[in-house]
Structure formats: structure tokens, C-alpha cells
């Protein structure tokens, strides 16, 4: 299995819901990450997970809280979001130790807040 | 220091053309450039990568140069195709680092 994969592929949620994203790899990777992606914008960094441990949080607001249960799985809560949260957020993997395998980037979620 | 400077914003090649996409770095850390190439509603998938200690690599019609004198790289398409027609993003790496730094993107078309 060389993939990651992302549940759901689109939501819509409202600036009162709470929701959760979801991602999922079966590679061995250790590193995990989520990155927010703006209509025709790089990959921008939100968090950065090794060993199942917190290493990088990119000052992101307290509205988005991220989990990582187990090595395969990583996610994303949702609370609060403004419209302007609206983005495709993307999950990727990369062994640590090994920086030239480079990242495996799932195919995101589509996010739009009403 | 932290920035990946991208050019083109925008390409249009005709079939079977070169596309080149330049990519310029600051920071003399980064070791380790790889190229993803992004469809419309999928995510980013590496292409091609190339470490500093290299000038030139080729998989396929995708060549990576490298510059590490100038601090700049560039990916070449050769014989472009209308199916390669995505967005291409560089991006740079620090040693261990877990974070990549990206370039701004170029969206590529190409004509059949």
C-alpha cells in the first residue's frame, strides 16, 4: 500500500459545527503532516507529527486541533471555523530518517465553511 | 532566508515542446530539492528530487538541473505532453527538518 488516504473528500460544515477530518497510511512512514492549500497557493504547513508526538505547530488557531492515535492514523478536529478556513486541507506521510523518499500527499479534503 | 522563488507563473507549451520551470533559493542550508506535480483536486506527487551534490538528474522526459554555485534549479520537461498539463511546485529542505519550503507554483498547459 504506497498510499494515503483522506476521509472525506468534500464538507461543508457551518462556523458552529464540529467535524473531523481524517487520514490514514498503512507505509511504515512515522512522520505524518497537514497542510492547508488555498485555491492556485503552495501547501502551506499546519502540523507536524513524529513518532506519534507533536513536533511542529505552525501557530495555527485553537480551532483546529490535531490528533495522531496510532501510527497509521492522523486527525484533524474541526470547532469554530470561519470562511476563511475554506481550503483543501491535505494530509501527507514521510519516513523519518530518509528525506530523499520524500512525502506522500494524500488527495485532501475539500473544506468549505458556511 | 526561508524563501523558494518560482517562475513562471504561468506556461503554455505546445505538444511535444520543452516546458522549463526555475526555481531560486537564499538559504545555503537547504540539501534536498524535489518537484511536485499537482492535478486539479489531488494533491501534490513528487516527481523528480535532486540533492545539491548533483548538477544534473534525468527520469524519463523530467530533468532536474542544478546550479548550486547561482542557488537556483530548474525541472525540464522534455517532449510535453497535454496529460502533463498540472501545476508544478519546487520546494527545499533542510537537512532533517520535517518542514518543505515551496515554491509559488507554476500552472502548466500544454496545447495538443
Known amino acids: 500500500d504506497t498510499e494515503v488516504t483522506q476521509t472525506p473528500k468534500h464538507l461543508v460544515m457551518g462556523m458552529t459545527n464540529k467535524k473531523s477530518l481524517k487520514c490514514e497510511q498503512h507505509?511504515?512512514?512515522?512522520?505524518m503532516y497537514w497542510y492547508k492549500q488555498k485555491a492556485k497557493k503552495p501547501p502551506e504547513l499546519m502540523f507536524v507529527?513524529?513518532?506519534?508526538?507533536?513536533?511542529i505547530n505552525e501557530s495555527v488557531p485553537s480551532r483546529f486541533s490535531p490528533e495522531c492515535p496510532n501510527s497509521s492514523l492522523l486527525n484533524l478536529h474541526l470547532h469554530a471555523l470561519q470562511p476563511e478556513d475554506s481550503a483543501l486541507y491535505l494530509c501527507?506521510?514521510?519516513?523519518?530518517?530518509?528525506?530523499?523518499?520524500?512525502?506522500?500527499f494524500g488527495s485532501g479534503t475539500r473544506l468549505t465553511v458556511v | 532566508q526561508q524563501q523558494v522563488k518560482q517562475s513562471p507563473q504561468s506556461l503554455i507549451v505546445q505538444k511535444g515542446g520543452i516546458s522549463i520551470i526555475n526555481c531560486a533559493y537564499e538559504?545555503?542550508?537547504?540539501?534536498?530539492f524535489p518537484w511536485y506535480q499537482q492535478f486539479p483536486g489531488k494533491g501534490p506527487a513528487l516527481l523528480i528530487a535532486?540533492?545539491?551534490?548533483?548538477s544534473e538528474k534525468k527520469e524519463g522526459r523530467f530533468t532536474i538541473s542544478f546550479n548550486k554555485s547561482a542557488k537556483q534549479f530548474s525541472l525540464h520537461i522534455m517532449d510535453s505532453q497535454p496529460g502533463d498539463s498540472a501545476t508544478y511546485f519546487c520546494?527545499?529542505?533542510?537537512?532533517?527538518?520535517?518542514?518543505?519550503?515551496f515554491g509559488s507554483g507554476t500552472q502548466l498547459t500544454v496545447l495538443p
Open positions: 501527507a506521510s514521510s519516513q523519518v530518517g530518509r528525506p530523499l523518499d520524500g512525502y506522500t
Open positions: 507505509m511504515g512512514h512515522r512522520a
Open positions: 507529527y513524529s513518532y506519534e508526538k507533536l513536533s
Open positions: 538559504n545555503t542550508a537547504f540539501d534536498y
Open positions: 535532486i540533492r545539491p551534490d548533483v
Open positions: 520546494a527545499a529542505r533542510r537537512g532533517s527538518a520535517r518542514q518543505l519550503t
